[in-house]
């Protein structure tokens, strides 16, 4: 591992900057996902490879702020309307999607020794998928209108959600933030959610009723304030900030119609304090682990098949519990194998509170990369294959 030069703030957030407008660049050109650009970039410019850049403080924090606001969009972006069109078939799906590469990760990593919390952690995130990818490759295919595309997407939106929970309970087991016992925890959590159901939206309106009055970029200013005061609200009751930023986007996502406020959200979030994330995931990648091959790399295998097997199978399964023909039945089951956002994020948490190591943390990574490359290859393939009068043809 290359030691990181001596360098100010100003220039490591230069470097930063500059190698993730390059690397999206040329990820863009090569038609692969933005994420995957900047998690490649961290992990050159970091000190598995080049040793350039290694993370101060200030810049940390900037990465704690960009994970919450990477939850956020991605609970922003969610489409509930689509969820009420595929409600009956979304509980055969998510369960045993949900439930077989759960109980698949948990093996994995227990038969390498680890243990059960940490074998907890990753099973959390085997549940997980990423609407970030799925939804595009679904809208270039020609699925997103249909009832197929709306139950993959519900299914996707509710094994996040999920598998975020649960992490938040794993976390809350590792190392507890809040001194009120189970009983009253969980309860006040939910309770906590029903009222910012209410309150969140009406305060919303409200705001964006009288923000003709004020300036331009209030609306934001308003969005981002919620945001933060309702993470640092769930970090008090001892839920991490990544679920609270997921849960105000979620709440939100049926009011934010407007597309100036979209595209202000999008700017700023996507074009500074998620690509710190993003990069930090790939400083923070240890690649020197792959020298120990005999165990690493078992163990990057086991996890990378083990998710993409366990959520294809598992998808086929329901598809076909459900009566899909086994062409849909599978392009449902490879539409949950990406694993980009919650499993980054995750990942990462888990990290930096010592419940994985280095060596689970690299697993995670490259799993995100393969699948992320992976899925649109065999969705793509799988689509041609389904005659566009079959897409809305659902039993």
């Known amino acids: 591992m290359s030691a990181p030069l001596i360098l100010g703030d100003f220039a490591i957030f230069f470097i930063i900057l500059i190698s993730g407008l390059v690397f999206s660049e040329f990820f863009k050109r090569l038609h692969l996902p933005y994420v995957v650009a900047l998690v490649v ?6 000190p598995s490879v080049l040793g350039i850049v290694a993370l101060s403080p200030p810049l940390e924090f900037m990465g704690s702020i960009g994970i919450v606001f990477l939850m956020f969009m991605a609970g922003l972006e969610v489409r509930t309307d689509l969820l009420a069109k595929a409600r009956k078939k979304l509980l055969a799906i998510v369960a045993i999607n949900a439930t077989i590469p759960a109980l698949v990760g948990f093996t994995i990593v227990f038969f390498f020794g680890y243990e059960p919390l940490t074998a907890l952690a990753i099973s959390t995130i085997f549940i997980s998928s990423s609407v970030a990818i799925v939804v595009p490759i679904l809208e270039e295919k020609g ?33 507890p933030t809040a001194a009120l016992p189970l009983f009253i925890f969980i309860p006040l959590v939910i ?21 003709k009055r004020l300036g331009y970029e209030e609306d934001v200013l308003f969005l981002f304030a919620v945001t933060v005061a309702v993470a640092a609200y769930f970090e008090i009751l001892g839920l991490h900030a990544i679920v609270a930023g997921f849960l105000v986007g979620l709440i939100l996502s049926g009011g934010i119609r407007q597309e100036k406020t979209v595209n202000k959200l999008h700017a700023i ?95 995670i990574v490259i799993l995100s990369i393969t699948t992320v490359l992976l899925a649109p290859l065999v969705l793509s393939r799988l689509a041609s294959k389904i005659e566009p009068k079959e897409r809305e043809q659902i039993p």
């Open 41 to 46: 970039a961290g992990i050159i410019i970091g």
């Open 269 to 363: 979030t996507y074009g500074l304090f998620i690509p710190i994330f993003l990069l930090q995931v790939g400083i923070e990648t240890d690649l020197t682990v792959f020298l120990q091959l005999d165990a690493v790399l078992a163990l990057v295998i086991a996890i990378t098949a083990g998710l993409i097997l366990s959520k294809a199978l598992s998808g086929y399964l329901a598809g076909r519990l459900i009566k899909l023909e086994p062409k849909k039945a599978l392009f449902v089951g490879f539409a949950t194998t990406p694993q980009v956002s919650t499993s980054l994020a995750a990942a990462f948490t888990a990290f930096q509170l010592g419940i994985i190591d280095a060596n689970l943390q690299t697993s």
């Open 143 to 175: 699925f997103i209108e249909t009832e197929m595309g709306a139950f993959i997407i519900g299914a996707v939106i509710l094994e996040d959600i999920g598998s975020l929970f649960m992490l938040s309970f794993v976390l809350q087991t590792a190392e």
């Open 191 to 211: 309770v906590s959610v029903i009222i910012l159901k209410l309150l969140l939206p009406r305060m919303q309106k409200w705001f964006f009723g009288i923000r």
